[in-house]
């Protein structure tokens, strides 16, 4: 079992920039690939980023893709998501979550391919 916490959350105006992090405890951080998630109200989960679990290899959703980065530092049991150039279309509630899935990254893209999650943390972007 692993457990998350994310943090980093909260109010940005368009433009600007936010660090998401999500700290890890319980089994081995490094054998996990990680993932973000969001969900913005009314609209259904979606797949923001995913990362695999030696940070050699990532995999973005077109929507982020250029203004998000994804990393990972296994020393510290963290995975960490860089939003530069936020827009309103951004704000959503954001979860990291941990996939056991051995397969290509950027086909680990699916909810149901993970199965630890984070209680999530929102982020609000103004106009």
């Known amino acids: 079992q692993v457990q998350l916490v994310e943090s980093g959350g909260g109010l940005v105006q368009a433009g600007g920039s936010l660090r998401l992090s999500c700290v890890a405890s319980g089994r081995a951080f490094s054998s996990y690939v990680m993932g973000w998630f969001r969900q913005a109200p009314g609209k259904e989960r979606e797949f923001v980023a995913v990362i695999s679990w030696s940070g050699g290899s990532t995999y973005y959703a077109e929507s982020v893709e250029g203004r998000f980065t994804i990393s990972r530092d296994n020393t510290k049991n963290t995975a960490y998501l860089q939003m530069n150039s936020v827009k309103p279309a951004d704000t959503a509630v954001y979860y990291c979550?941990?996939?056991?899935?051995?397969?290509?990254?950027?086909?680990?893209?699916?909810?149901?391919?993970?199965?630890?999650w984070g209680q999530g943390t929102q982020v609000t972007v103004s106009s």
């Open positions: 979550a941990a996939s056991s899935v051995i397969a290509s990254i950027p086909t680990i893209r699916h909810d149901i391919q993970y199965a630890y």
